[in-house]
């Protein structure tokens, strides 16, 4: 790398020390202001860090990479701005005035104390299948592919720079907690979109223009029934991504991932009230509308580029492997000081997501496994207890690294593979949960366990018939949890969950009105729908109008 690049980088790790220390400087009292800032967030540094927590190694990498791959398909997921509205207009309010402190927690005041000990066990298995695996993986091969570093004291410069990622950011998240995160997320962000696009307009530039890329990926068909990388809407007899399956399932998870899962609304919580909370939301619904062209669309140009032949810097450009389309482009295209600035944004993105991982990770554990059999513990003992587990964790994801790569070829199908197993149990516990009082305490219970049951039975059969190869005899069970696609099989999954919610109901008694009070639709108060309305006003609603205008245009143009 050039002399600026080097300076760019230096002067981005000072001022992220800088904002570190700060944060560090302003004395964190007990553990609530440790994991959610003392819940004083405003709506730009909410809607900041629900961005760039979202925008991690599995964009940078991974939707880079499907780009490349498969063209438009994985679109679907990043069109999740209007799942991010749901949370803005339907969730905050039963959020905010229930006053948890996780989303298991929430989940106790719903149903019992298993289910919350359940959704706790789910969360911290999904931290270690995905977001830990995939960020540490990615990390390690973006700094390997922009580098152009094979080995460094005899060790695979992989390894060394995934590990260096994973100490970096732990130390700055251990220090500062919730704010640290929040707050380094409004330097983050800025750099991380900046730097993007720049690589979206200097490969627009040598591909030939917006026209040329058009053309060249339209003539590449992606299966029998005349479907190209560029249609969003693809055959349902698609092999990988039928329309059908791809609609309810990305909606599946798109529910589940921005409107209960820790991860991402531990920003939201962190809100000073429900006016705030809810604007942070529609800020990062916004935000979330720009990956496709940040991310998916260059992986596109890099297919486009290597298919074309093109010649970048006196050399044809040529990809290794799909997951290596956004480095690449890093590598090859940028000039001195904006490659600087480009890595400075893949290690925004990087860190960020760690640093999200890490907090909800300890808070998960802490709040909802220790402090439950500890009640007594001292402030000091929970968020040394919460750091331990931090560690644990992401020693687990480091292990579960070579299976990962043993289930997908590329990175962001494995994420929402796994992701599509986990997140139907989830998603009807709380969907039916929310919208009815009539759904019990052990119909939410045993919707979640029957979830985890089916996809963790669904993730090992892939990982042993995976290993077992061709020589797999053909059984109901491999056809069933093996051999259906994985969208159709979520969308089973879902319908399945619900249906065991809503039977168990019908025989197993309701919780208490007292206990449910102001946690579904029937059950909230006139007061409490009063306070919810005065928090919101006509700007609000115009905003979401525009933010859904911008999706339905989207699936308009590339149908």
């Given at each position: 790398?050039?002399?600026?690049?080097?300076?760019?980088?230096?002067?981005?790790?000072?001022?992220?020390?800088?904002?570190?220390?700060?944060?560090?400087?302003?004395?964190?009292?007990?553990?609530?202001?440790?994991?959610?800032?003392?819940?004083?967030?405003?709506?730009?540094?909410?809607?900041?860090?629900?961005?760039?927590?979202?925008?991690?190694?599995?964009?940078?990498?991974?939707?880079?990479?499907?780009?490349?791959?498969?063209?438009?398909?994985?679109?679907?997921?990043?069109?999740?701005?209007?799942?991010?509205?749901?949370?803005?207009?339907?969730?905050?309010?039963?959020?905010?005035?229930?006053?948890?402190?996780?989303?298991?927690?929430?989940?106790e005041r719903r149903y019992n104390t298993t289910s919350r000990t359940i959704l706790s066990l789910i969360s911290l298995v999904s931290y270690v299948l995905t977001k830990v695996a995939v960020t540490v993986y990615a990390g390690g091969l973006v700094f390997k592919e922009v580098f152009g570093i094979q080995e460094l004291w005899g060790i695979d410069f992989f390894w060394i720079a995934a590990i260096g990622l994973v100490v970096i950011t732990a130390i700055y998240t251990v220090i500062g907690g919730m704010k640290s995160v929040l707050y380094t997320s409004v330097l983050q962000t800025p750099i991380l979109l900046l730097g993007s696009i720049v690589i979206l307009v200097l490969g627009l530039k040598e591909i030939g223009g917006w026209d040329q890329l058009l053309e060249i990926c339209k003539a590449t068909p992606v299966n029998d029934n005349g479907d190209t990388m560029v249609n969003l809407i693809r055959s349902n007899s698609d092999p990988d991504y039928p329309w059908f399956g791809v609609i309810v399932t990305s909606a599946v998870i798109g529910f589940w991932y921005w409107c209960t899962d820790q991860y991402i609304v531990q920003r939201v919580l962190s809100g000073r009230d429900e006016t705030q909370a809810r604007r942070g939301a529609i800020f990062g619904a916004y935000l979330k509308l720009t990956p496709v062209f940040l991310f998916l669309i260059p992986g596109m140009i890099a297919f486009a580029l290597a298919q074309k032949g093109a010649v970048v810097n006196d050399q044809i450009f040529t990809l290794v492997n799909s997951d290596a389309a956004f480095p690449t482009l890093v590598a090859r295209l940028l000039p001195a000081g904006f490659k600087g600035l480009v890595v400075c944004g893949i290690l925004a993105a990087l860190m960020s997501s760690l640093a999200s991982l890490f907090n909800s990770s300890a808070m998960l554990f802490t709040i909802d496994f220790y402090k439950k059999y500890r009640p007594q513990a001292s402030e000091k003992t929970l968020l040394y207890v919460g750091r331990m587990a931090t560690v644990i964790v992401v020693l687990l994801g480091i292990l579960w690294i070579p299976v990962m790569k043993s289930l997908g070829s590329v990175l962001y199908t494995y994420l929402q593979d796994v992701q599509s197993v986990l997140a139907p149990g989830i998603a009807s516990a709380f969907l039916l949960g929310i919208l009815s009082k009539r759904i019990t305490p052990l119909g939410g219970m045993w919707g979640l366990i029957s979830g985890f049951v089916v996809g963790m039975t669904r993730l090992g059969a892939k990982v042993y018939f995976n290993t077992v190869g061709p020589d797999a005899s053909s059984t109901w069970f491999k056809y069933l949890f093996y051999d259906v696609n994985w969208l159709f099989f979520s969308g089973g999954m879902l319908v399945f969950c619900m249906l065991v919610i809503i039977v168990v109901s019908l025989f197993t008694k309701q919780a208490p009105a007292a206990q449910i009070e102001g946690l579904t639709y029937g059950s909230s108060t006139p007061e409490q729908r009063a306070k919810s309305r005065a928090s919101w006003n006509h700007w609000d609603v115009i905003n979401t109008v525009i933010i859904l205008g911008i999706i339905v245009t989207f699936y308009w143009y590339f149908w």
């Open positions: 790398m050039a002399t600026l690049d080097i300076i760019v980088i230096v002067i981005f790790i000072l001022a992220l020390i800088g904002i570190v220390l700060w944060v560090f400087s302003q004395k964190q009292k007990d553990s609530g202001d440790y994991f959610l800032a003392g819940r004083d967030a405003t709506w730009l540094a909410i809607g900041a860090s629900i961005f760039a927590s979202n925008i991690g190694s599995e964009h940078l990498i991974g939707l880079a990479g499907s780009g490349a791959s498969s063209g438009m398909a994985m679109a679907h997921w990043e069109m999740h701005g209007w799942a991010i509205l749901l949370l803005a207009w339907v969730f905050v309010p039963f959020y905010s005035r229930s006053m948890v402190l996780t989303m298991p927690e929430f989940l």
